[in-house]
């Protein structure tokens, strides 16, 4: 590894017998378990935030789809600018930014300042995220990586659940009766540890040529992306207006002209926003598609749950939260395992078998709730989750190992910010059918007594959108790279082929 203060040859990982690379590792995957968690944490208090600050139906949708927005929209300009002037000087401007943004959220006034604190967070995380697995990508030489997006994959999976937990704890706790607002605060210290770190052990590592900032290009993303999901965040609110649907007709005429002008840029000087050369690439260009349509999963299925269990069956944030523990330690422990022990002798017959093992803890959860009803149980949910947790663990680390492994080091910050980019916009989109497959089924107007039964039903339409989301992605899987390549350990082969070793060829 480099010393703090040098830049990396372009193509050339860290040594392997360098522990600091470890230190970085730990740093950069804090940070991405604090936007994890960010994302997650809010949903659970947000009969705090209701209750506290007086903040209304409309401003809630904000405080949650502001992030989205903003975290969507600047994710490949972040990644771009990382390639550009360096991955970790992005990486500490975003953890500052964002641990700053924190504390305008924790500290907010009232809910106008909470939701624009909540942009600028986002905002922020767009710009420290796609620096994370770059910052890998650069630092760790082919024959690890496998090791670490399995340990990606695990943080990944602790940070979807743990969140709510979390969450609960905080929220339940009131803290020096500060209500909802630890779940921000405690943000600070945390990044405040990662820019101290950071610094100290993290190599900077940029492009191996000059590039420029696609400023057209920039605008052309952001102003698409915003014309996608922002009808998608507000249109049940709206009751769907007209615009709405002409603004997301709209975005693919942008999305065109985007396509057409980064053809041309790359023409001229080399130097596009978006890298479309990836797109060439078998395994970057499928698991891009993959990473969307679960992105669409994730989205439906964590806002509805927690609906379900704290709105529809009354239970507090805490019991809520911890009836997620057991989808959290599978997520983790498949995780783990997946990309070390099982990629390298199925290949994508694991992530195919998360696709089914998720459906079948959704038709499982499916068919629990129905019989159960409003008098089901935390113990009763364990078996669905756990399925699902497993089928989830199976799918993530993986996916993110076969998107970037073939993709050359030089583009590693524009192919990060396109893998996070896709699954917020399938997250979105998710949030966005919510609308359609779980308040569409509720009636606005139901008796308080009637509330029970309305959001188990609701729950049950909810996923069985899911289940069919996940065997589209289960088909979406077969364009994946079928066998996996040996990885090489170390020596020649590894040195003559730095910033490239797929793990599913």
């Not at 910050?413 to 979105?428: C, E, F, R, W, Y």
């Not at 996996?484 to 170390?490: D, I, R, S, Y």
């Amino acid at each position: 590894m480099t010393s703090p203060s040098t830049t990396s040859a372009p193509g050339t990982p860290v040594a392997a017998g360098d522990r600091r690379r470890w230190f970085a590792l730990a740093i950069v995957m804090t940070a991405a378990f604090m936007d994890l968690v960010d994302v997650t944490i809010v949903n659970i208090a947000i009969p705090s935030i209701q209750r506290d600050a007086g903040a209304s139906f409309s401003q809630i949708q904000w405080i949650t789809a502001g992030y989205s927005l903003a975290f969507a929209a600047g994710l490949v300009t972040g990644g771009r600018l990382g390639d550009i002037h360096g991955r970790k000087r992005i990486f500490l401007i975003g953890i500052t930014g964002f641990t700053v943004a924190s504390a305008l959220c924790g500290f907010a006034a009232n809910p106008e300042m909470l939701v624009a604190s909540r942009i600028l967070q986002g905002g922020m995380a767009a710009l420290m995220v796609p620096q994370v697995l770059s910052i890998v990508h650069a630092t760790f030489p082919a024959h690890e990586r496998g090791k670490v997006f399995g340990l990606f994959g695990m943080i990944v999976g602790l940070g979807a659940v743990s969140g709510p937990l979390l969450g609960a704890l905080l929220t339940e706790w009131n803290i020096f009766g500060l209500e909802w607002r630890p779940i921000f605060l405690i943000n600070l210290p945390v990044g405040i540890a990662g820019i101290i770190l950071g610094r100290k052990f993290i190599s900077e590592s940029k492009a191996p040529r000059a590039l420029k900032l696609d400023l057209v290009g920039v605008v052309l993303v952001t102003a698409g992306l915003l014309m996608l999901l922002y009808p998608l965040t507000r249109g049940r609110e709206l009751s769907w207006p007209t615009w709405g649907y002409a603004m997301m007709a709209g975005s693919l005429v942008v999305f065109g002209a985007l396509i057409a002008y980064e053809k041309r840029k790359a023409a001229k000087d080399g130097s596009p926003l978006v890298e479309l050369s990836l797109f060439k690439v078998k395994s970057f260009a499928a698991g891009i598609a993959v990473q969307t349509v679960f992105g669409i999963t994730l989205g439906i299925f964590f806002l509805v749950w927690t609906l379900y269990m704290q709105v529809g069956l009354g239970w507090s944030a805490l019991r809520a939260g911890l009836t997620g523990v057991p989808f959290s330690i599978a997520v983790s422990a498949a995780a783990g395992i997946s990309v070390q022990k099982l990629v390298p002798r199925f290949g994508r017959k694991v992530l195919q078998t998360g696709a089914v093992a998720m459906a079948a803890g959704v038709l499982i959860y499916i068919w629990e709730a129905g019989r159960y009803g409003a008098d089901i149980a935390p113990w009763q949910m364990a078996l669905p989750l756990v399925v699902m947790g497993i089928g989830m663990g199976l799918i993530v680390a993986p996916l993110t190992d076969a998107v970037l492994s073939e993709v050359p080091q030089e583009h590693a910050g524009s192919a990060s910010g396109l893998i996070n980019t896709v699954q917020q916009m399938g997250t979105a989109l998710g949030l966005g059918l919510v609308s359609v497959v779980f308040f569409g089924v509720i009636d606005e107007h139901v008796r308080p007594e009637r509330i029970p039964a309305e959001f188990v039903d609701g729950f049950q339409n909810a996923l069985w959108w899911v289940a069919g989301v996940l065997a589209v992605i289960f088909l979406v899987m077969f364009a994946l790279p079928a066998k996996p390549k040996q990885h090489v350990e170390g020596g020649a082969a590894d040195a003559a082929v730095p910033e490239k070793e797929p793990a599913l060829t």
